[in-house]
């Protein structure tokens, strides 16, 4: 099951390797840190070097502690701005975005692979608009895995820099479950679809 919620991860292999640059001794703020991407964004962040902060629930703090956070933080009890400083911030929610971008340090990098659904014009015009002018600019994109990032990513769970984590298994006739979970949000790390029976 960990092998198939793996892929997943090369999002934030291109998120931080790619779009971002992340360097070593850079502070990076992951906020959602707990699911999917955010998970294998903290674990990698602090593969490459970097000081992470992870934005994160209360009951997942441990968790992103667990994962090589230097530093998680609730979400619901802290203000933007009360954060600090970051040369890369790493978003999964699409919320609040200038916000977040207000918190990057001159040279600093923002890339987000979410948009409020709320407001899809207001957050993909600010999306676009900041990808063109001004300091700081974000940077968006979709996943598209390639053979190459799925070698890194086997190299870094071989090295022990990563580990997939698996929130639930699903069975083929729950998809449906499974979806109806994933919408209602609170995920930590994958949910696993099963196929076949073992």
Excluded at 44 to 67: P, S
Excluded at 135 to 161: C, I, K, M, N, Y
Aim: overall charge positive; cysteine-free; aromatic content about 4%.
């Amino acid at each position: 099951m960990d092998a198939a919620a793996l892929p997943v991860a090369t999002t934030a292999v291109t998120a931080l390797r790619d779009k971002a640059g992340l360097r070593p001794g850079e502070r990076l703020l992951v906020r959602g840190a707990a699911g999917g991407v955010g998970n294998a964004a903290v674990q990698l962040g602090r593969a490459y070097g970097a000081e992470v902060t992870a934005l994160a629930r209360a009951a997942n703090l441990d968790l992103v502690r667990e994962l090589g956070a230097h530093e998680a933080v609730d979400h619901r009890s802290v203000r933007p701005a009360d954060l600090g400083r970051f040369d890369v911030v790493l978003d999964t929610v699409g919320t609040g975005l200038r916000a977040l971008r207000g918190l990057l340090n001159p040279g600093g990098r923002m890339v987000t692979i979410a948009f409020d659904l709320s407001r899809p014009v207001t957050s993909l015009g600010y999306i676009a608009g900041s990808s063109l002018h001004g300091r700081g600019r974000v940077r968006f994109f979709s996943g598209d895995p390639r053979q190459a990032d799925l070698d890194v990513l086997a190299r870094h769970v071989a090295e022990g820099a990563l580990r997939p984590v698996v929130d639930r298994v699903f069975p083929l006739e729950g998809t449906a479950a499974a979806h109806r979970a994933l919408e209602a949000g609170g995920v930590r790390g994958k949910y696993v679809v099963r196929v076949a029976a073992e």
